[in-house]
């Protein structure tokens, strides 16, 4: 998509990468991962001059969520989440932020999407990839040359594991599956620090080593 831009907005204690994707010519875009300081968000898309049409969630967890109540309201947007991940988003045990001192919660999704489904959003047409591993509903989104990867895939890293839900062979064959399987130029966009291309992780990351090569 020609006209698509992409900000970053990092968000809340854990800065999550809340991602404002939008096309420069219709002015729609979406939301993903508006995890906490929702005016930082209102601010950007002020800024930015776009409509929000939806609100895409990578994956449930507390810090990925914390500000979809107050966007969801504001701006009257359907929720999108991966299938399997529901449960998460009413409890805060299950989406791990009681784990951590707090108590979140979102309002639930509206629609629930699978592998390969195609979410049209205003224009904006977003494949799916069910990634499991990190959480059970993680999926990653596809547009362009550029995916919407979540906590599955870091610049250098990989998501983590060891919190209810995950499952390190699960990730491994997700990213092997999903991620390794496109191009190099093609551009990651994590739930956590810099942005980076498959072709770069392919080569540079350690959790990675030895993985399928296009
Ligand atoms: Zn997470």
Same mark, same amino acid.
């Given at each position: 998509m020609n006209n698509m831009q992409i900000e970053t907005i990092v968000v809340g204690p854990?800065?999550? !990468?809340?991602?404002?994707?939008?096309?420069? &010519?219709?002015? !729609?875009?979406?939301?993903?991962?508006p995890g906490g300081d929702d005016y930082k968000i209102a601010e950007g898309i002020d800024r930015l001059g776009f409509t929000p049409r939806a609100i895409l969630l990578?994956?449930?967890?507390?810090d990925h969520i914390a500000a979809v109540e107050s966007l969801k309201g504001k701006f009257n947007l359907p929720l999108y989440v991966g299938q399997g991940e529901e449960?998460?988003?009413?409890s805060p045990s299950? !989406?791990?932020s009681s784990f951590f001192g707090f108590e979140i919660t979102c309002?639930?999704?509206?629609?629930?999407?699978?592998?390969?489904? &195609?979410?049209?959003?205003?224009?904006?047409?977003?494949?799916?990839f069910a990634t499991p591993g990190h959480s059970p509903g993680s999926v990653c989104y596809f547009i362009g040359n550029s995916l919407f990867c979540g906590d599955v895939l870091f610049n250098g890293s990989i998501g983590r594991t060891d919190l209810p839900g995950g499952n390190y062979q699960q990730?491994?064959?997700?990213i092997d599956k999903y991620i390794l399987s496109l191009p190099d130029d093609i551009i990651c966009y994590p739930g956590h620090g810099p942005i980076t291309t498959v072709g770069s992780e392919r080569k540079n990351n350690p959790f990675l080593a030895g993985r399928r090569f296009v």
């Amino acid at each position: 998509m020609n006209n698509m831009q992409i900000e970053t907005i990092v968000v809340g204690p854990f800065e999550v !990468n809340c991602y404002l994707i939008f096309d420069a &010519v219709s002015k !729609n875009g979406v939301i993903i991962d508006p995890g906490g300081d929702d005016y930082k968000i209102a601010e950007g898309i002020d800024r930015l001059g776009f409509t929000p049409r939806a609100i895409l969630l990578t994956h449930g967890h507390g810090d990925h969520i914390a500000a979809v109540e107050s966007l969801k309201g504001k701006f009257n947007l359907p929720l999108y989440v991966g299938q399997g991940e529901e449960p998460l988003l009413a409890s805060p045990s299950a !989406n791990i932020s009681s784990f951590f001192g707090f108590e979140i919660t979102c309002p639930p999704a509206d629609f629930s999407v699978g592998d390969s489904q &195609v979410v049209d959003i205003a224009g904006l047409k977003f494949t799916v990839f069910a990634t499991p591993g990190h959480s059970p509903g993680s999926v990653c989104y596809f547009i362009g040359n550029s995916l919407f990867c979540g906590d599955v895939l870091f610049n250098g890293s990989i998501g983590r594991t060891d919190l209810p839900g995950g499952n390190y062979q699960q990730l491994i064959d997700s990213i092997d599956k999903y991620i390794l399987s496109l191009p190099d130029d093609i551009i990651c966009y994590p739930g956590h620090g810099p942005i980076t291309t498959v072709g770069s992780e392919r080569k540079n990351n350690p959790f990675l080593a030895g993985r399928r090569f296009v």
